[in-house]
C-alpha cells in the first residue's frame, strides 16, 4: 500500500541552524501538507502546497519557513535559523483528488526535531 | 476565532462496551469532518470523513454522526477491543483543505 515517507527520523540541530526535513508524498497524490505537534500538544497546521504553490499557511508559518517541491517526489520544509520553541515532531501529509475539499489526508511517521 | 473541542482528555471503557467520544466547534461551518487515530510517536491515521449534508456514515464498527445545528460530532466504536486503544482526534476541514485537529481522546478499553 503506497504511504508517506519521511527522513530523517529524527534530526537534532543547535539553535540558528537551518535545518530541511524531507517528505515523499504518495505519487499520484497532488496536495501537500506540513503540519507538527509540540509533545503533549495538538497537531497544528503549517502550509498546504498545491500547483507548485502555497495554498494556505498558517500564523506559524512565518518568515523562517519555507517548502518547495525540487522535483516530481520530493516535497521539502526548510526553517531558516532553527528556534527552541521549533523542536516538534513535523508531520507531512498529502491527499489525492483535482479540487475541492473532502479528502482524507494520509500522514508520515514523522521527523522529530530537537533544537539545543 | 476556530475552537474545537474534544470532551474527555482520556476515557476508559470494558471490552465489548460501545466507545462514545464527542467533537465540539465554534465559530466556524466546516463542510467536512473527519476523525483520525493517533498512536504514541505516529502520525495520524485517517478513519471516516463526514460531509455537512450527511447526518451519519459507518465504516465497520466506526459510526460518526455530524450535527451541524448543534455544532456536534459523535464517533461510536462498537465491540471495542484493547487493540482499539489510542488516541482520536476530530479535525476540521478548511477550504484549502487544511485540517483544524482537535486535542484528542484517548481511549483506553480495558481487557
Redesign the interface.
Known amino acids: 500500500e503506497p504511504e508517506?515517507t519521511q527522513t530523517p527520523s529524527h534530526q537534532v540541530t543547535q539553535m540558528g541552524q537551518e535545518v530541511i526535513l524531507r517528505c515523499v508524498p504518495i505519487s499520484n497524490h497532488l496536495?501537500f501538507?506540513w503540519?507538527r505537534q509540540i509533545l503533549g500538544?495538538?497537531?497544528?497546521?503549517l502550509v498546504?502546497f498545491?500547483n507548485n504553490e502555497i495554498?494556505?499557511k498558517?500564523e506559524i508559518f512565518d518568515d523562517q519557513f519555507s517548502v518547495e517541491r525540487p522535483d516530481g517526489s520530493n516535497f521539502t520544509l526548510k526553517i531558516r535559523s532553527t528556534k527552541l520553541e521549533d523542536s516538534a515532531?513535523y508531520?507531512c501529509?498529502s491527499?489525492a483528488g483535482t479540487g475541492g475539499?473532502?479528502?482524507?489526508?494520509?500522514?508520515?511517521?514523522?521527523t522529530r526535531l530537537t533544537v539545543t | 476565532s476556530q475552537k474545537i473541542e474534544q470532551n474527555s482528555e482520556a476515557l476508559n471503557i470494558q471490552e465489548g462496551k460501545t466507545a462514545t467520544l464527542t467533537c465540539n466547534y465554534t465559530n466556524y461551518s466546516p463542510?467536512?469532518l473527519?476523525w483520525y487515530r493517533?498512536d504514541p510517536?505516529?502520525?495520524?491515521?485517517?478513519l471516516l470523513?463526514i460531509?455537512e449534508n450527511e447526518k451519519e456514515k459507518r465504516k465497520e464498527r466506526l459510526k460518526v454522526t455530524f450535527d451541524t445545528t448543534l455544532k456536534q460530532s459523535l464517533f461510536h466504536i462498537t465491540a471495542s477491543q484493547p487493540a482499539d486503544s489510542a488516541t482520536y482526534?476530530c479535525a476540521l476541514?478548511?477550504?484549502?483543505?487544511?485540517?483544524?485537529?482537535?486535542?484528542?481522546t484517548q481511549l483506553t478499553v480495558l481487557p
Open positions: 508517506v496536495y501538507y503540519y500538544q495538538k497537531v497544528e497546521f498546504s498545491y495554498s494556505e498558517s515532531m508531520f501529509a491527499s475539499a473532502g479528502y482524507e489526508q494520509y500522514f508520515g511517521p514523522g | 463542510a467536512y473527519q493517533q510517536g505516529r502520525g495520524p491515521v485517517f470523513l460531509r482526534l476541514e478548511g477550504s484549502a483543505r487544511q485540517l483544524t485537529f482537535g486535542s484528542g
